[in-house]
């Protein structure tokens, strides 16, 4: 069997590129795979250290590789970044890879279970099917408008009817339509479907939250998460789910788990704020 130190593997949709190293000063060898030949390949070599990008399907090929006695270490792509000397292809991306996490300091995201990885994904089902419930503005290809709160109270309010804003008016905006005698039929119509559109949006919307209600019941995390103050069932879910071990992390306020768009939003804040001291 085949021996290398460490091994730098660009992950892709059908052809993966890999960069494995004989010795420190020694030989690379380079080898594009296809999907169907990974198992093949890792299955034909001795166990060493392998390093992935954590990106799309890099929690399931490191658990691939852990089985076949391989230890495998995921890197946030923002690190291996600097270890690319030039150009950018998937060769050039696989030698940074074996380079960076060969450095010391370099930090690595725990590998997910396929349990966390389920419960992630209902997360992101519930969030999407949320945004498709209250945002008018999102578009698919050949469809109009997506059936939404806004666009229901855009088309009501054409009419002069209106209600205070929140998604839990909803019902109090259909019942001003419903008892309105001047609005057309056409319009009523109209309201009515947008209307059992949102209901089934709801009902897909509570299935998911008593999925992933039930499928946590038993997480010692979550249930310990769902205690502190201000955490509920869904939030100790996700943070569960995204962290596997809370350990890598070392101080709660240096590494604070924050949802997505936050760190961006926060360097918005202070870049205002410097600019309003400087004023």
């Not at 998937?90 to 450095?103: G, Q």
């Not at 930090?107 to 997360?123: C, D, G, N, W, Y």
């Not at 089934?200 to 299935?207: Q, R, S």
Request: proline share 5%; aromatic share 6%.
């Amino acid at each position: 069997m085949k021996k290398f130190i460490r091994i730098g593997v660009d992950l892709a949709k059908n052809y993966f590129q890999v960069h494995a190293l004989e010795s420190e000063n020694g030989r690379a060898v380079t080898r594009k795979l296809k999907r169907s030949k990974m198992h093949e390949f890792f299955s034909q070599i001795e166990p060493c250290l392998i390093g992935l990008e954590a990106c799309g399907s890099a929690h399931y090929w490191a658990r691939e590789l852990k089985t076949m006695g391989h230890e495998v270490l995921l890197m946030p792509p923002a690190y291996t970044k600097p270890y690319v000397k030039r150009g950018k292809n998937d060769a050039v991306d696989a030698d940074a890879i074996c380079e960076a996490m060969s450095r010391p300091g370099m930090r690595f995201v725990p590998i997910k279970s396929p349990e966390q990885q389920a419960t992630l994904m209902l997360h992101k089902t519930r969030e999407l099917l949320i945004k498709q419930r209250t945002n008018s503005r999102r578009r698919r290809r050949r469809f109009a408008r997506l059936w939404s709160v806004n666009a229901l109270r855009g088309h009501l309010s054409e009419f002069g009817i209106v209600a205070a804003k929140g998604i839990g008016r909803v019902d109090e905006l259909l019942d001003l339509a419903e008892s309105n005698a001047t609005l057309p039929d056409a319009a009523k119509t109209g309201m009515r479907v947008l209307a059992q559109t949102l209901d089934e949006l709801d009902k897909a919307i509570d299935d998911l939250e008593n999925e992933i209600t039930s499928a946590n019941a038993q997480n010692e995390m979550v249930r310990l998460l769902d205690k502190v103050p201000g955490v509920g069932k869904l939030i100790a879910s996700v943070i569960a789910a995204s962290v596997p071990d809370p350990s890598v992390f070392k101080s709660g306020r240096r590494d604070a788990i924050l949802p997505p768009g936050l760190a961006s939003r926060r360097g918005k804040t202070r870049a205002a704020a410097s600019r309003r001291s400087a004023a």
